[in-house]
């Protein structure tokens, strides 16, 4: 009979194998419910993205892009199409800084914009912020973000010239026409 026993493992044994086995369920649940967790946030953050990009190429914003354009051509100093833009940065500014916007991805969907908006229209914005700090900052905030993400990735669009400007300004003029526009600088290839 003793025999029979030391061939039998402990309830000990077997509470701990079990015990061993439900961490290991435990473990392998909590990395699956985390990756998917990501992918949930992968795909809110993109679909906030999309739902920004179509906005932004909508109206009310192509009559703000089309007038501050036409404006800007006419070197008005602080038209009112400026602030509808600049809002609509701040809050993407707000989301990317929340996280529920990935930088790089409104890097590569609205930074030429945003380069272009801040170049154009940064005197104003500081004059703003001198009276309060708060206004605009979280489109400064973007500004800055997309900035080193560009510099990060070689680019050269960050602090666009006065030519590139007045070529954006005159592209915007025709903002959700069906008249084609040049390419976005990042987009041009190279045909040798």
Known sequence: MTQLRLRIPSPDFW?????????????????????????????????HLLSLDQKFDQEPMLTYRRGLAEKRLKNEENPDELYPLLDFFETVGLLVERGYLDDSDVWNTFGYNVFILNADARQIIEQEQREDPTIYAEFSFLVERLQRIETDKHGTSAHPSKDEITDYWKQELSAGKAIPTRPHPRKRTNTK
């Open 15 to 47: 509470t701990a194998v079990f015990t061993g086995l439900l961490f290991l369920t435990t473990f392998v649940a909590v990395v699956v419910g985390y990756r998917q967790l990501k992918e949930f946030q992968a795909e809110g953050q993109v679909q």
